[in-house]
Nanobody
Framework: EVQLVESGGGLVQAGESLRLSCAAS????????IGWFRQAPGKERERVGC????????YYVDSVKGRFTISSDNAKNTVYLQMNSLKPEDTAVYYC????????????????????????WGQGTQVTVSD
């Protein structure tokens, strides 16, 4: 069974840091991309960034570039979202999700922000940034 479990959320003050973890199980990490998404109350879900399991290349939305970093420990099947210089507008429920990048017979995409389907989701973790 494919599973993703997030951890590491909490309440911090503006300017502080948090690191979220996404532990993956039930699939070969190298064949997937892991994306980090967030959804604030009353807003649509947005993808914060993503990383390719095999190549380790990461992409970010403009609003978090330079502040957030996604990394992976393939041996542990775990992806991290390091969030620095947090702002109140970063307050949201953060989710990680998995998208297959390749199968045994074809490559679906070489990029985690390509035309891929993030169809396996974790339960989410709350991040709250106070003024």
């Amino acid at each position: 069974e494919v599973q993703l479990v997030e951890s590491g959320g909490g309440l911090v003050q503006a300017g502080e840091s948090l690191r979220l973890s996404c532990a993956a199980s039930g699939f070969t990490f190298d064949d997937y991309a892991i994306g980090w998404f967030r959804q604030a109350p009353g807003k649509e879900r947005e993808r914060v960034g993503c990383i390719s399991g095999s190549e380790g290349s990461a992409y970010y939305v403009d609003s978090v570039k330079g502040r957030f970093t996604i990394s992976s420990d393939n041996a542990k099947n775990t992806v991290y979202l390091q969030m620095n210089s947090l702002k109140p507008e970063d307050t949201a429920v953060y989710y990680c999700a998995a998208a297959r990048l390749r199968t045994l017979v074809r490559v679906i995409s070489t990029r985690c922000n390509g035309n891929v389907d993030y169809n396996t989701w974790g339960q989410g973790t709350q991040v709250t940034v106070s003024d």
